[in-house]
């Protein structure tokens, strides 16, 4: 994902790490802060990983039911008796514990994926879920749709499905993408949402954690859109924009990164609505959206700047998701949009993995 804190690194950069983290197995012990400064990352196995010769055909378009649809509306299999939930705002998040994502049946995963389109944020605390082997952790995902396999990003050696997201005091390219002199290192979007097939409920799980910061932004693109006065909601459905990858493609071939797929351009509805709650959202992020589709220059750029403004501000319909290794956050891309905080020590490592399952073609309001 273009500005989230994400370090790919070389097939070479990868050979020449010190201590061959790149090689080494999982580590199965719980390192202390001393041994995870000396000894590197505690999931070596899931180091970024990027060959700038490996290649992806362009995605196809493929059939998509939601999960959703199936689902019991009052949740047996996931919200049962050993579990507890805490919202943490009304419009936006829920906090999980007592169930494993892992021990969930087709019936459970069906739940989780209504619960995440109701709720837009679900972060499931003390999961074994980062303990899985990677084909377990991608069956899981896959249930969701086709895992999207990132173009640019660091992955796992014969696994490109994971989208590996790294920092420590050596890799850092977050502040690169960003641009070094920027004040303010939010940066609004919603993932890959420039595929015809953008994703629904994304899995992201910690790693390494620094010991504050390093949280994630959520923001409901739901409420954004109910905020608005009814006539400019009116005007907003039926415009499309154009979501592209050609800067996220750019950046990685100018440092030497791989574009295992060439960028591409899709227009999608500024307005659309979730085919299982039928809920209505904005679709705009300032991370990939470029332009609004028949508009002159200008008035699209102040259209643009004025939706994402308004979202940026929306400090009443976001949250501040924090993470601690064994943290699973689940949310509908296709409702919200976040931002990465870039405001801990760089010294420190911070260490997640991202799969990202694809759905439908976005439906207009």
């Known amino acids: 994902m273009a500005p989230s804190i994400t370090e790919t690194v070389t097939t070479t950069a990868v050979d020449q790490a010190s201590n061959g983290i790149a090689k080494l197995n999982l580590r199965q012990d719980k390192p202390t802060e001393s041994t995870k400064k000396d000894q590197g990352p505690s999931y070596p196995y899931y180091f970024p990983y990027s060959d700038v010769n490996e290649k992806f055909p362009p995605t196809e378009l493929f059939d998509h039911v939601d999960p959703g649809t199936r689902a019991d509306p009052k949740k047996p299999n996931l919200l049962g008796p050993g579990t507890k939930t805490n919202d943490i705002s009304p419009y936006i998040g829920t906090e999980i514990t ?27 605390r003390d999961q074994d879920f980062k303990d899985l082997n990677p084909d377990r952790q991608i069956e899981i995902a896959r249930y969701f749709g086709p895992i999207q396999k990132h173009p640019t990003s660091g992955n796992v050696k014969g696994y490109p499905e994971f989208h590996v997201v790294y920092r420590d005091a050596e890799h850092d390219k977050f502040r690169d993408y960003l641009g070094g002199d920027r004040a303010n290192k939010t940066s609004w979007h919603s993932d890959i949402s420039y595929e015809k097939q953008p994703p629904s409920a994304t899995f992201f799980f910690i790693l390494d954690q620094p010991p504050s910061g390093g949280d994630t932004l959520f923001a409901s693109q ?24 050609v800067a996220q493609a750019d950046h990685s071939r100018n440092r030497g990164g791989p574009v295992r797929r060439e960028p591409i351009e899709t227009e999608h509805p500024v307005v659309r609505k979730h085919p299982v709650t039928g809920e209505k959202a904005l679709y705009v992020n300032q991370g990939f959206t470029r332009r ?45 949009v976040h931002s990465g905080t870039d405001d801990y020590d760089p010294a420190e490592r911070r260490h997640a993995v991202r799969l990202t399952p694809q759905a439908e073609v976005p439906i207009p309001a």
């Open 292 to 336: 609004i589709v028949g508009y002159r220059v200008e008035e699209s750029e102040n259209l643009l700047k004025f939706l994402w403004d308004h979202i940026a501000k929306g400090s009443d319909f976001q949250v501040r998701a924090n993470y601690k290794p064994g943290t699973v956050v689940v949310w509908d891309n296709r409702v919200t």
């Open 98 to 124: 007592g169930v494993q994502i892992s021990q969930l049946s087709n019936a459970g995963l069906d739940e989780l994926a209504l619960f995440a389109a109701q709720r837009k944020l679900l972060v499931f």
């Open 222 to 245: 739901v409420e954004a859109y109910n905020r608005l006065s009814p006539k400019f909601q009116k005007r907003l459905e039926g415009l499309r924009a154009v979501h592209s990858a």
